[in-house]
């Protein structure tokens, strides 16, 4: 299984397109958030399953906040994270990843890439298609690939 994570696109599709386009085949696809009226666009475009949540900037939006969901053995927590002031620390949503007793903690928000194993669980950010704010400013996506034992990785991607 192939899962496309992918977070502050921010209405803008271009880096989208062609992160979808580079990704080659994805069964499911997370949007952490700030779609900005993408979501027609989007479940136009992408034919698998869809998980995505409303960000700080979707003030229209009827996308949830935040979802639980399971991926194989896995259960995974996603929301934008701006409500957990990931902007300072993750601290806080680790804290609540681990009340959920989530094993995958995915959010947004930060216009940077970000991944950590920590106490058994995985915290992630794929960064921003549209507007990324790491060193090289390259808009940035994750892929998670689940093999047929359930063994997971993660790969951090970069547009060119």
């Known amino acids: 299984m192939r899962i496309m994570i992918v977070s502050d696109t921010h209405g803008r599709h271009l ?3 062609r992160a979808l386009e580079e990704a080659g085949k994805i069964d499911v696809f997370i949007h952490l958030g700030d779609v900005e009226g993408g979501e027609d666009y989007i479940n136009a475009l992408v ?7 409303r960000g700080n900037n979707d ?3 009827d996308l949830p906040r935040e979802e639980e969901f399971r991926l194989g053995r896995y259960k995974v927590f996603i929301t934008h994270g701006h409500g957990y002031y ?3 620390d993750p ?3 680790i804290e609540e990843g681990k009340a959920r007793k989530a094993d995958i903690v995915m959010y947004g928000h930060t216009h940077k890439p970000f991944f950590e194993q920590k106490d058994g669980m995985t915290i992630l950010n794929p960064g921003s298609l549209s507007f990324p704010r790491q060193e090289g400013r390259k808009g ?10 359930g063994r997971i990785s993660f790969e951090q991607r970069y547009l060119e």
């Open 140 to 149: 940035s996506y994750m892929l998670m690939e689940m093999d047929p034992e």
């Open 86 to 88: 990931v902007s300072l």
């Open 47 to 53: 034919g698998c399953e869809k998980h995505m949540v």
């Open 91 to 93: 601290e806080y949503i």
């Open 59 to 61: 003030f229209f939006s």
């Open 15 to 17: 880096g989208l397109d």
